[in-house]
């Protein structure tokens, strides 16, 4: 049975080709989520008046991958500890969450940011959202495998 989990931590190329890196990730959709309006686009996210995140959409089977291991490879490829910022790129569509599907979900990003934070694993406050996930709409097809249809690698 496959699962979902839905991240954002920045601009959604960088996040989309980080995790098609998993063992057990078998599909990777760039989208929005965690907003007010139905089927934004990217222009009008840009914008920051649609509440949305860039975010990705992340299909795995359980049985290769769990969740806990995809919170690890989340925290450990951006900077959570950044309020909408990664890197150059400034706005609330670039904040750092976890959209949870269920309770389950929940109660495990919730453990896991409390240990990334006890433990250091950061350089400062972790101010990742943790918040039940709103529709995710997938983005404009151009956005689709951006870094490997522009030649452009990502290593973990």
């Known amino acids: 049975m496959k699962e979902k989990a839905v991240f954002a931590a920045g601009c959604f190329w960088g996040i989309e080709s980080a995790f098609k890196q998993v063992t057990g990730v078998e599909n990777v959709v760039c989208g929005y989520c965690g907003g007010h309006k139905d089927s934004p ?63 389950v979900q929940k109660r495990t990003a919730i453990q896991s940011k409390d240990e990334w934070q006890k433990y250091g694993r950061t350089n400062g406050t972790i101010v990742t959202e943790i918040t039940e996930a709103s529709t995710f709409f997938k983005a404009e097809e151009y956005h689709q495998g951006y870094f490997e249809k522009h030649g452009i690698s990502c290593k973990l």
């Open 41 to 103: 686009t990217y222009q009008e996210v840009c914008s920051g008046q649609t509440g949305h995140a860039e975010a990705v959409e992340v299909t795995y089977d359980p049985e290769q991958v769990s969740f806990e291991s995809l919170l690890n490879t989340f925290w450990s490829i951006h900077d959570p500890t950044t309020l909408h910022r990664q890197g150059p790129d400034i706005g609330t569509q670039y904040r750092s969450a976890i959209f949870f599907l269920d309770e």
